[in-house]
C-alpha cells in the first residue's frame, strides 16, 4: 500500500486550504486514514481520522469545527482546513491502517506517504 499526501502550500491566516491523500496498492477498499501533522520542533501530532466501514470521524480539539475529513470511492481521502491559524503550519502526513477504527496514536498506523507542507503567515 502506498499514500501519497499532496495539497500544501501557502495561505494566510483565515484561508483554507485541501490536503488528499492518494492510497493505492491492495487496499481494498478497506483503509482507515488518520491525518498528522509536525510542526518543527515538535512531536506528530493527530489531526483527524476517517474509518473505512462506516466513515466514522475523529477530530483533535485544536481543529473541530475548523477541519473536515471526508473520502470518495476511489480510496482518497481529503482533509478541507479552514479558519487556518499560524499555528496550524506544518509538514502534514496521511497514515493507513486495516482496521476499522480510528486512532490518535501514529504507531497504530501501518502505512505511511510523505508528507506536504501548509504555511499559514498571520
Known amino acids: 500500500v502506498q499514500l501519497q499526501a499532496s495539497g500544501g502550500g501557502w495561505v494566510q491566516a483565515g484561508g483554507s486550504r485541501r490536503l488528499s491523500c492518494n492510497a493505492s496498492g491492495r487496499t481494498f477498499g478497506r483503509l482507515t486514514v488518520g491525518w498528522f501533522r509536525q510542526a518543527p520542533g515538535q512531536e506528530r501530532e493527530f489531526v483527524a481520522a476517517i474509518s473505512w466501514n462506516f466513515g466514522k470521524t475523529q477530530y483533535a480539539d485544536s481543529v473541530k469545527g475548523r477541519f473536515t475529513i471526508s473520502r470518495d470511492d476511489n480510496g482518497n481521502t481529503y482533509l478541507q482546513m479552514n479558519s487556518l491559524k499560524p499555528e496550524d503550519t506544518a509538514v502534514y502526513y496521511c497514515?493507513?491502517?486495516?482496521?476499522?477504527?480510528?486512532?490518535?496514536?501514529?504507531?497504530?498506523?501501518?502505512?505511511w506517504g510523505q508528507g506536504t507542507l501548509v504555511t499559514v503567515s498571520s
Open positions: 497514515g493507513g491502517r486495516s482496521g476499522i477504527h480510528t486512532k490518535v496514536r501514529g504507531d497504530e498506523y501501518d502505512f
